[in-house]
């Protein structure tokens, strides 16, 4: 017997769109349904997910064990230096101290944390019980800074305080203040801050290399790979390309403001994107001997490219994909990559997109494409199911829905191990869809083996 | 807790002086936890009831990372629900967020039953949920398709997963299970020797549970096991999507567990505890065999004995070949392990099962690490293990800090725990055998097999060939017989 099929719940079906198709804009931005089975997580996950790969900061966790032990080294962020950042520190409340309050506990916990691992700053992140028990944690981390001598800072991440993005703007907020503690003497006129790329993989190594080349320093990252003290002088660079845009364009505004620093939105996913990153930051300084340098570095890295790309996409020409992801810069990209791979997006949805977003990715797909905001697993099957997809791009909540229909998945998480970014990333991210999609297994799993067998 | 990791326990004593002084005004920070929060094991033993959909009343972020968390572990679906908390019901209450998340899962999943768990949010702002629930049983009275509502606490400053499980096992039978007059005319004419047996397993893997099927079947019994998600989280691949997987005990035998032949439970950390399933059941009349897992040698046939003593049954065929397969592998194999020196860690059950394997094969324990605040965790192993030596470090409450630094001074030559320990073990050189959970960095891990003789002979081998490997590894000559 069929089971019935899915249906929206009747609070979600504004919050899908079909692209080609007119209709009132997506609603979006909004908290997430109760009982939806939404993928996104809370505020704290979002605060977390950005501070993470600062890796010479302590990052505690203050509230019951959950929180801490669900985080622990759970990025593919990585430091060329020191790998303090891949600790999960908890307070651990417990039940006396939900009685009696934990700023005591905090206090103790980073004092002695701190003395332990001489960090060069501490971020401490709120959780839901902390915003209900009324711990005042921003005059604990007060009182600790001043007997310590570091920054310690307070990221308001209570769980339930909104979504994500809310999470996002309280760990901007935090960087904040770090930022124009810092000398910012020898900074190159020519120089640039990366926002919002977390070197997963090592894929801020990658990127900086292109701008080395051109003769553009980096003088911080946020977050990959970062360095207080790197944070602290970053006012000092003349621009900030924004690659995750959903995360850091609180920060580059208040940089704009506070500091006159003017930001572009960049993705480095994809041959396009990348190669637009690299030319329009040359043509920002204005310097024909830049953009001639930007020009040498595409050449040379799409031509080495493009006929390694070439077999990979004879083989994935027409196969239409799934895309489910945090921020919608990554879904653009994503998009056009794979029509770089020959492939079709059937599907595209993210956690926090905004109207914009949403009107834009409605313009850049195909007509027909499904355009959906905040799903939940059984809208996604859904989805994959009538739109027949071949590959699903998503995280590590989003592959059993796909695995278990016998649809290939790629991995574009920050949990991934491999770098998708810049233009080896491009080479490296065509051969995981060809490897999620030209498996012989897919020739046996149940759903596909019956097509086949009516087939023939 | 870091910085007391080297505070060794003497043997008998009631109270660790490490552990007094935590429970001293302002205890330490935690580095990196050898435990979870209570709701993610709720939701796992909630995964193991058939048609039904876990639901945290607390903020999205935690059903969304406890599925991540279980996801890595199992490779399955992991649906969770959850009430989504904003800032207006953290002030005013949650219930309509309760409410209208119950409509919305039903709608959708059509579920048998909805296990609803609390989580730190909802148990702090003090939601009344046997009133909450009430009242949404009540507005939604009439409409057809209602679903079962279990309810369990679940604070996340109380306890660990392991709690959280066990929790969610006892709430499902206090709601469920039935007297044996009252279990319906059905079992009213049956008597109790024909029914099932009741197992609560404890927190095991999939293959685990399908094993202590095979081995009640040997046994010619029955079994209902609470919970068993030994399909819903580790099934076949799919022609369609399953909005709740296939599999899992079913509320009809949970019911008609009153009227069980018997209930074995499984976990010593239980059996000093007043409430839970088991004693629900014996309080129904039901006769309780209270048990540790049944890893290694003697837990095994001391669950064997009380299958016999259940069923009349003396050891069957398969079972006693098990046996005798595992103690001939346990003589072949004794020079690799004997004197080799071991650090434990875990769930206090797991723990306690995997020491008195360890002890059974002649391998010296030198650390027993839990992560549970049980006072009586070093009483309660070495009443299981009477051989333990005096000076292992036996010790609650230990994160992975604390159990580094110990090890550091004892210098194990291998690590027997879940896949978190593998930085600790990468760092000290050790090889980490791995079994229990999670497994997040090997292909599998949900479907090892702990229980039973093959649970033990499984983990004997993978045992001595991770010590004969790093022998192969370690020498200059590398010889190809060992």
Not at chain 1, 29 to 40: C, D, E, I, P
Not at chain 2, 261 to 281: F, K, P
Not at chain 2, 351 to 358: A, E, K, N, Q, Y
Not at chain 2, 366 to 375: S, Y
Request: glycine share 12%; with cysteine.
């Amino acid at each position: 017997m069929n089971p019935p099929a899915i249906e929206i719940l009747p609070g979600r079906s504004t919050a899908i769109a079909v692209a080609g198709t007119a209709g009132l804009p997506m609603e979006c931005n909004k908290h997430s349904l109760a009982g939806s089975v939404t993928q996104r997580a809370c505020v704290f996950c979002g605060s977390r997910v950005v501070l993470y790969p600062i890796a010479d900061a302590l990052h505690i966790v203050h509230g019951p064990i959950g929180c801490a032990a669900y985080t622990w080294d759970i990025r593919g962020a990585q430091s060329s230096g020191p790998q303090l950042h891949r600790n999960s520190f908890s307070t651990d409340l417990q039940e006396l101290d939900i009685i009696y309050g934990g700023e005591k506990k905090l206090e103790r916990a980073l004092t002695v944390l701190i003395a332990k691992h001489q960090p060069k700053a501490a971020f401490v992140y709120s959780t839901c019980i902390v915003g209900v028990i009324g711990d005042d944690v921003g005059a604990v981390c007060k009182t600790v800074s001043a007997g310590t001598g570091i920054p310690v800072l307070s990221v308001a991440s209570e769980g339930f305080k909104g979504t994500k993005k809310d999470g996002y703007r309280a760990a901007c907020e935090a960087v904040c203040t770090l930022i124009g503690t810092g000398d910012t003497a020898g900074i190159s006129p020519v120089s640039i801050n990366l926002l919002g790329d977390f070197n997963i993989a090592g894929e801020t190594w990658i990127i900086r290399e292109y701008f080395k080349r051109i003769g553009i320093e980096v003088v911080a990252t946020i977050t990959g790979d970062g360095r207080v003290d790197d944070i602290r002088r970053c006012h000092g660079a003349k621009l900030n390309l924004v690659q995750c845009a959903g995360s850091m364009t609180h920060l580059a505004k208040k940089m704009r403001d506070d500091y006159g620093i003017p930001f572009q939105k960049v993705s480095f996913f994809g041959i396009e994107d990348m190669s637009a990153a690299l030319y329009e930051t040359a043509k920002y300084f204005g310097d024909p001997v830049l953009m001639e340098k930007a020009r040498e570095v595409v050449g040379d890295e799409v031509g080495r490219l493009y006929p390694q790309i070439r077999g990979y996409k004879e083989k994935l020409i027409g196969k239409k994909a799934a895309i489910y992801v945090g921020g919608a810069f990554k879904a653009f990209s994503l998009v056009r990559a794979l029509r770089t791979l020959g492939m079709t997006t059937a599907l595209v949805g993210t956690q926090t997109g905004d109207k914009d977003d949403y009107a834009e990715l409605r313009e850049m797909c195909d007509p027909g494409t499904v355009i959906v905001d905040d799903s939940n697993p059984l809208e996604l099957a859904k989805f994959c199911l009538e739109k027949d997809v071949d590959l699903f791009i998503g995280g590590v909540k989003e592959r059993p829905i796909a695995y278990k229909l016998g649809i290939g998945f790629c991995d574009h998480n920050h949990e991934r191990k491999e770098a998708l970014a810049g233009y080896i990333g491009m080479l490296n991210f065509a051969r995981e869809v060809h490897a999620s999609c030209c498996s012989p297994v897919w020739n046996y799993v149940p759903r596909r083996a019956a097509r086949k067998g009516a087939a023939s | 807790m870091s910085g007391c990791g080297g505070c060794a326990k003497g043997s008998g004593a009631p109270v660790d002086p490490a552990e007094a002084a935590e429970d001293g005004e302002f205890p330490g920070p935690t580095t990196n936890a050898c435990k979870l929060c209570t709701p993610l094991g709720a939701c796992l033993a909630f995964k193991g009831v058939e048609g039904t959909v876990p639901f945290l009343h607390g903020s999205q972020g935690c059903a969304t990372y406890i599925r991540r968390y279980l996801i890595s572990h199992f490779r399955e679906p992991m649906d969770i629900a959850a009430s989504n908390f904003a800032e207006h019901s953290a002030i005013f209450g949650g219930r309509e967020v309760l409410h209208t998340g119950l409509a919305n899962v039903e709608r959708q999943y059509q579920p048998a039953l909805v296990g609803v768990a609390t989580t730190c949010l909802s148990e702090t702002i003090g939601e009344n949920m046997p009133q909450l629930l009430l009242e949404y049983r009540e507005k939604r009275a009439g409409a057809p398709g209602g679903s079962e509502l279990v309810h369990v606490s679940t604070p996340s400053f109380r306890g660990t997963h392991a709690d959280g499980f066990h929790a969610a096992v006892r709430a499902l039978v206090e709601t469920l299970a039935l007297p044996a007059e009252a279990g319906g005319e059905k079992t009213g004419r049956r008597s109790r020797a024909a029914q099932p047996v009741a197992l609560f397993p404890g927190f095991v893997s999939t293959a685990d549970l399908r094993h202590l099927r095979e081995i009640a079947a040997a046994f010619g019994t029955r079994l209902t096991l609470v919970p068993d998600y030994s399909d819903t989280m580790d099934g076949a691949s799919w022609s369609d999507y399953e909005r709740i997987p296939a599999g899992g005990t079913s509320i009809e035998e949970i019911r008609e567990m009153g009227s069980a032949r018997a209930a074995i439970e499984c976990g010593r950390a239980l059996t000093g505890q007043a409430r839970t399933a088991g004693t629900h059941l014996a309080k129904l009349g039901v006769p309780l065999h209270r048990l540790g897992l049944p890893i290694g040698l003697r837990e095994t046939d001391a669950l064997c004995a009380a299958l016999t003593a259940v069923t009349g049954c003396v050891l069957p065929p398969a079972m006693e070949a098990a046996r005798g397969r595992l103690l001939d592998a346990m003589v072949d194999g004794h020079k690799y392990v004997f004197g080799q020196r071991a650090v434990v860690f875990g769930d206090e059950d797991m723990v306690i099962g995997l020491t008195s394997f360890l002890c059974e094969i002649g391998v010296q324990p030198v650390i027993c690490a839990t992560v549970a605040r049980n006072r009586n965790f070093d009483a309660m192993l070495r009443a299981a293990v009477p051989e333990l030596p005096a000076d292992t470090l036996v010790r609650g409450r230990m994160d992975f800090a604390d159990i580094e630094a110990a090890a550091g001074e004892r210098k194990p030559e291998f690590m027997l725990g879940h896949s978190k320990g593998y930085a600790m073990a990468r760092r000290l050189g050790v090889p980490l055998v791995r079994c229990g959970f999670p497994i997040h960095d090997r292909m599998g891990g949900h479907r090892l097999l702990h229980v039973g003789y093959a649970g033990a002979l499984s983990l004997y081998d993978s045992l001595v060939n991770t010590l004969l490997a790093r022998k192969q590894e370690g020498s200059s000559i590398g010889y190809s017989y060992l």
